[in-house]
C-alpha cells in the first residue's frame, strides 16, 4: 500500500511563497512520475505540475508557469511544490498523487493518470 501526505500548506498574503512537500511510503515512489493538483470550492480538481521519476522532466499548467517549481528527492522518498508570487486565485486544496510507473514523460494532467492520492494541504492566499 503507498501512502501520500502533504504538508507545507497555510495562510500567505499575495505574492508570497509557500513550499509544499508530499512525502510518500513504499518503494515504489522512485519508478513513478508524480503530480501535484489543486482543487477550490465548487470546482474540479485541475492539475498544477507533474515530474518524471528521474526528475529531469516536468510539466506545469499555464496558470502557474514561471511561478511554481515541481522537484523530487527520491532518497528522501519525497517530491515538493516551490510556490512563488501566489495569488488569490492560487487558493485551494492541494493534493499530490502517484502517476505512471518508469516513464520518460512528464505531462499527466489527468487525474484517472494517478492512482494513489494524499489528504490535501490548504493553500490560502489574502489580497
Known amino acids: 500500500q503507498v501512502q501520500l501526505v502533504e504538508s507545507g500548506g497555510g495562510l500567505v498574503q499575495a505574492g508570497g511563497s509557500l513550499r509544499l512537500s508530499c512525502a510518500a511510503s513504499?518503494?515504489?515512489?522512485?519508478?513513478?512520475?508524480m503530480g501535484w493538483f489543486r482543487q477550490a470550492p465548487g470546482k474540479e480538481r485541475e492539475f498544477v505540475a507533474a515530474i518524471n521519476w528521474s526528475g529531469d522532466s516536468t510539466a506545469y499548467a499555464d496558470s502557474v508557469k514561471g511561478r511554481f517549481t515541481i522537484s523530487r528527492d527520491n532518497a528522501k522518498n519525497t517530491v515538493y511544490l516551490q510556490m512563488n508570487n501566489l495569488k488569490p486565485e492560487d487558493t485551494a486544496v492541494y493534493y499530490c498523487?502517484?502517476?505512471?510507473?518508469?516513464?520518460?514523460?512528464?505531462?499527466?494532467?489527468?487525474?484517472?493518470?494517478?492512482?494513489?492520492w494524499g489528504q490535501g494541504t490548504q493553500v490560502t492566499v489574502s489580497s
Open positions: 513504499g518503494r515504489t515512489f522512485s519508478s513513478n512520475a
Open positions: 498523487g502517484r502517476g505512471p510507473r518508469k516513464s520518460s514523460g512528464s505531462y499527466y494532467p489527468n487525474p484517472s493518470q494517478y492512482d494513489y
